[in-house]
C-alpha cells in the first residue's frame, strides 16, 4: 500500500484491540490469547476446534477457503489447494527442495515460488501464508467480537532471515502488525514459564505429525538463545499412521490398494493411533474387516522411526556442547509426543522425565500468547524497550575514538550492517576491531563490547586496504561481527551478546546521556575527525618536505612550516573549524610544490617508457 | 602496527547553519487544527521523532502527544504544538511540516535540510 511517501500520525490513545499469538504450523496453525493472565488457545475451525489445517484452496469463482473445508476439497483440486505452504517459505523456485514439494503448477519465471491455482492470478508462499493468518485473525475477531491487529507469530528456530522476513510479510498482509518473530522452541518453553528461572539448558522435542525439529535452549538472563537445531522434515506422526496401515495391509494380503482404500485406511490407523495412547488394544475395520492391533504391535511398528529421532537429537546435543545429564529440563511438543512410546523413549534418551502436562498441540500458540502480551502490557511509552529491537546502538571505534555506529537502535532484529574501512598507515598490517554499544559520539562514553585484531593485511599504502566490517544481529540478539581484507579474504570474527548484564534501568542512563551530552557529542566528534585528518595531513606533509626537497623554491620551506605550526595549534585546541580552517591554508601553502611533485612523478613514469610503446 | 579503523567515508562538512527551530507551514497548521478538533483535544501536541530503522537508516515517527515532556523542545504557531525531544531534534534543525494536497493524494511531509539521501518510502533518511 503506497501512501505516496506522506506521514501517518499516530495515535497512541486509539484500541489497540487483542493481541495474539500464533502458531503458523506445517500442518496445523492456532491462534491463542491471554485472557485474566492466563493464555488460551481459540476455536478456529469446525466444531470448535481448535487447530485449523494450514490448508489453502483457491475457487475457480475467485473464493478462498482455508482449513477442514480446504482439505476436503484437495482431493478433487490438488493443484488449486496448496497444503504444508510453510515448507516453501523464503524459498526460491530453483531451490532443489522446492519440486520435490509437491504436485503443483508452478508459474515460470520470477525468483520466487508461485503457484497457478483457479481464480486468477498465481500466488507466492506469502500470500497463501497471509491468507492462513487473515482467516485466525478473522476467527479470533468473531470469538473476541473484537478487533485484532497485533500478534507474536512463531518460526522454526532453524528459519533463515528470508524465511522469517517472509513471515512477517504475510502477517503485514493479513493486517497484522508482527510485534515479534518468536522461534517455536522459546515459545514453548515460555508457556512453560522456564524464563523465570535464572538460567539453565533446555532441549525441546517438536515431533508433528510431518515433521521432526529438536532444538537446545540456553537460558541466561532471561532470554533464550538456540544453542543447535536438528531434525528430520520427512518424519512425523504421518509415518506412524502409514506404519499401522502397511501392516494391516500385508496382514490381509492386499497387493495394491486402491487410493480410496489407502485414504480410508490412513484415517482408520489414525483413530488407532489415538485410541492406543490411552487403550492397550483397539479394533481396526475397514470396509468390513476387523482386525486387532494391540498397543505392543503399535509400539514395535514405529520403533525404528523413533530410533530416528534419537540420532538427530544426540547430534544436536553435541552440537550445543552439552550432555544429557546436563540438562534442566526437556519439553515436548507436537502433537505425536502423545504416544506413550514415544514420551518413554524421550525419558530414557534424556535421562528424565520431560515435561509434557501442557497439550502439545498448543504449547507454541500458548507461549506466543504469553510472549504478545508481555510486549503489549508494559505500557507504550516511547523509552519501552521492545525485545525485538536493538535498545542501543552498536558500532565500532575509528580514528581519534570516534564511534562509527553500523546498526542504529531500535532496528528490528534479526538484521546485519556492513561498512567498508581502510587503513591510516602506510604498510599497516593489523586492524584493531573494537565493538562499542551506546548512542554517544567518543568511544570513551560507550560501553565496550568486544575486542578483537585482524591480522594479515598486506602491507600497503594507508588508505589503500580493504576491510569490510559486517555486524549481524541473530533473532536471539546475538551479535556477530566479521571483519575480513578483501584482496586476501583474511578474515576474523566474533560473537557476544550485547544485552549481556545490562538492565534496563542502564539503558535508560546510557539513552538519557546521550540525550543531555548530544551537542557537546556533536562537537567532540567534529573535533576528533578534524585531529584525526590534521595528523594525515601533517605526516604526509613531512613526508614530502624530506623526500622532495630539491623542488621547494624559495620561501616555500618557511611558508609551509609555519601553516603546519598553525595546524599543529589549531589541533591542540578545541575549535573544530580553526583546524578545518588551518588544514585549508596549508593545503593552499604547499599547493604549487605539491604539483611540482606530481609532474615529477608523471615525467618519470613516462620518460621511463620508450617512445614506440606509445 | 595495529591501527583503528579509519572510516573511507569523506570527512563530513559541518552541517550548514540552518534555520533554527522547527517550521510549521501554512497548510500544516490549518490541517492539524482540524484533525485536533476532530480529535477533541485542542491542547494535545503533535509529536515528530527521529528513529532508527527504515531502509535508508533513520526514520521519522509523528504520532499525537498530550501533553510535552521534561527534555521537549516546543514549538508553537496558531496555538498548534510540535513537541521534539531532543536527540531528535539534531536531526530536524531548520525543517518545515508542511500538509500537501493534490488531485491524487493528500497528507504530511517533512522538508529536512539535513538529509542526504531519502528513500521511496518517504519516512526513511540518512544524514
Redesign the interface.
Known sequence: MS???????????KPKGHVVGIDLGTTHSLVASVSQGKPRCVPVDEGDSLLLPSVVHYGKDGGVVVGVRARKLAAEAPTDTIVSVKRFMGRSPDDPETRKLGHYDFAPGANVVRFNVAGGQPVTPIEVSGEILRALKRRAEAHFSGKVEQAVITVPAYFDDAQRQATRDAGKLAGLEVLRLLNEPTAAALAYGLDKGSQGMFAVYDLGGGTFDISILKLEDGVFEVKSTGGDSALGGDDFDRAIAQHVLQKRGVQSPTPAQVAELMAAARKAKEALTDAAEVVLSVDGHSQPVSRADFEAWIQPLVAKTGAVCRRALKDAGVAAGELDGVILVGGSTRVPAVRRFVAELFGREPLGDIDPDQVVALGAAVQASLLTDTGRQ?EVLLLD??PL?LG??????IT?KL??????IPTAAA???????D????????VVQG?RELVQDNRSLARF?L?GIPSMAA?MAR?E?RFQVDADGILSVTAKEQSTGVAQAITVKPSHGLTDEEIEKMLLD???F??DD?QAR?LR??Q??AERVLSEADRQLRENAGLLQAGEPEAIQAAMTRVREAAAGKD??AV?EALHALDEASRAFIERVMNRAITQVVSGHSVEEY | MNEQAQTTQAPQTPPKPAPKGIGLADSAVARLKQLLEERQTPDAGLRIAVKGGGCSGLQYSMEWSEKSRERDKVFERDGVRVFVDPKSYLYLIGTELVFEQTLMASGFKLNNPNVKAACGCGESFSV
Open positions: 501512501n505516496n511517501g506522506y506521514l501517518q500520525i499516530h495515535d497512541p490513545l516511547d529491537v536493538i546502538s565500532l571505534e575509528t580514528m581519534g575514538g562509527e546498526i542504529p537502535r531500535n532496528s528490528t561498512q567498508v574501512f581502510t587503513t591510516f598507515k604498510g599497516q598490517t593489523g586492524l584493531d576491531v573494537h548512542e585484531t591480522s588508505g576491510v566490517v546521550s540525550i543531555d548530544a551537542e556533536i567534529q575527525e578534524q584525526v585528518e573544530y573549524l578545518k
